[in-house]
């Protein structure tokens, strides 16, 4: 696994404990933020455990005590750099949000997950949240919207008038909320995330490793690694974004962000 600046260390950090890969989002410095190298070393790691038979389960997580994934690295992406990874850009954002794999997933999320970092929680199959995290989707405060899955999974995984509320306001939710929704599975005390998701992973890891396997490939319709059910959610997804992406408010958003001021909204 490689960065763009070698001297940064790997982009993501993976560890074998039992039959368990935790992978470990590796650039606190920038709250784990979302650049290319993020999206290789993830990805990466991802398809290792797939092909692993010894690997039964994934825990994500990310590095430092404040941010388990602040989403896609802005800096990054005015430099015009590619957030996907370079040979396998159907895995999607950060090498996760469409990479299927039939290996249970858990997002042990280890402080705030916006934007980006709660479509990384959308994808895994489970959760587990500090105390102190947050979850929310505020591309609409920006001139954008929720690309990496956020706009149709959120509506799937939440009551749809709670769903809506999160994604139309940009505002967040307390990992307190997000367990009373049913957004995730657990809420643990600060520094104890990842050690609760092991144990987690543990008890899954116990049971046959084929049967669990073909149980997950069944609970989300999935045929040959990937899931059919989603593909209408994406083309929709894509082709908004795409046309927002032209727009003046989507490049006032952001200018308004570097700027800390308030934008000035047009609707075009």
Same mark, same amino acid.
């Given at each position: 696994?490689?960065?763009?600046?070698?001297?940064? +260390?790997?982009?993501?950090?993976? #560890?074998?404990?039992?039959?368990?890969?935790?992978?470990?989002?590796?650039?606190?410095?920038?709250?784990?933020?979302?650049?290319?190298?993020?999206?290789?070393?993830?990805?990466?790691?991802?398809?290792?455990?797939?092909?692993?038979?010894?690997?039964?389960?994934?825990?994500?997580?990310?590095?430092?005590?404040?941010?388990?994934?602040?989403?896609?690295?802005?800096?990054?992406?005015?430099?015009?750099? @590619?957030?996907?990874?370079?040979?396998?850009?159907?895995?999607?954002?950060?090498?996760?949000?469409?990479?299927?794999?039939?290996?249970?997933?858990?997002?042990?999320?280890?402080?705030?997950?916006?934007?980006?970092?709660?479509?990384?929680?959308?994808?895994?199959?489970?959760?587990?949240?500090?105390?102190?995290?947050?979850?929310?989707?505020?591309?609409?405060?920006?001139?954008?919207?929720?690309?990496?899955?956020?706009?149709?999974?959120?509506?799937?995984?939440?009551?749809?008038?709670?769903?809506?509320?999160?994604?139309?306001?940009?505002?967040?939710?307390?990992?307190?909320?997000?367990?009373?929704?049913?957004?995730? @599975?657990?809420?643990?005390?600060?520094?104890?995330?990842?050690?609760?998701?092991?144990?987690?992973?543990?008890?899954?890891?116990?049971?046959?490793?084929?049967?669990?396997?073909?149980?997950?490939?069944?609970?989300?319709?999935?045929?040959? +690694?990937?899931?059919?059910?989603?593909?209408?959610?994406?083309?929709?997804? @894509?082709? #908004?974004?795409?046309?927002?992406?032209?727009?003046?408010?989507?490049?006032?958003?952001?200018?308004?962000?570097?700027?800390?001021?308030?934008?000035?909204?047009?609707?075009?």
């Amino acid at each position: 696994m490689t960065t763009a600046d070698p001297s940064a +260390g790997p982009a993501a950090l993976t #560890e074998r404990r039992a039959n368990v890969l935790i992978i470990t989002i590796n650039r606190p410095e920038a709250r784990n933020a979302v650049n290319a190298a993020v999206s290789t070393a993830l990805g990466d790691a991802l398809q290792q455990a797939q092909d692993d038979p010894e690997v039964r389960a994934v825990v994500l997580t990310g590095a430092g005590d404040r941010s388990f994934c602040a989403g896609a690295d802005l800096k990054a992406i005015a430099r015009r750099e @590619n957030l996907f990874h370079p040979e396998h850009p159907e895995w999607g954002f950060a090498g996760y949000v469409r990479h299927f794999i039939d290996k249970p997933t858990i997002a042990a999320v280890n402080g705030t997950a916006l934007g980006g970092g709660t479509e990384l929680a959308l994808a895994s199959d489970l959760v587990v949240a500090e105390e102190r995290a947050q979850f929310g989707l505020p591309e609409v405060k920006r001139g954008l919207l929720a690309a990496a899955g956020g706009v149709f999974r959120i509506v799937d995984q939440l009551p749809r008038k709670v769903g809506l509320e999160l994604m139309l306001t940009g505002e967040p939710m307390t990992a307190a909320d997000a367990l009373r929704w049913g957004l995730i @599975n657990r809420v643990v005390a600060d520094g104890t995330v990842l050690g609760e998701a092991l144990e987690l992973a543990e008890v899954i890891t116990a049971n046959a490793p084929l049967a669990v396997q073909a149980s997950k490939r069944v609970a989300y319709g999935a045929d040959g +690694g990937v899931v059919p059910g989603d593909d209408p959610g994406w083309d929709r997804t @894509n082709r #908004e974004i795409v046309a927002l992406l032209r727009s003046e408010d989507a490049k006032e958003g952001p200018r308004a962000f570097a700027e800390k001021r308030q934008p000035v909204w047009r609707a075009r």
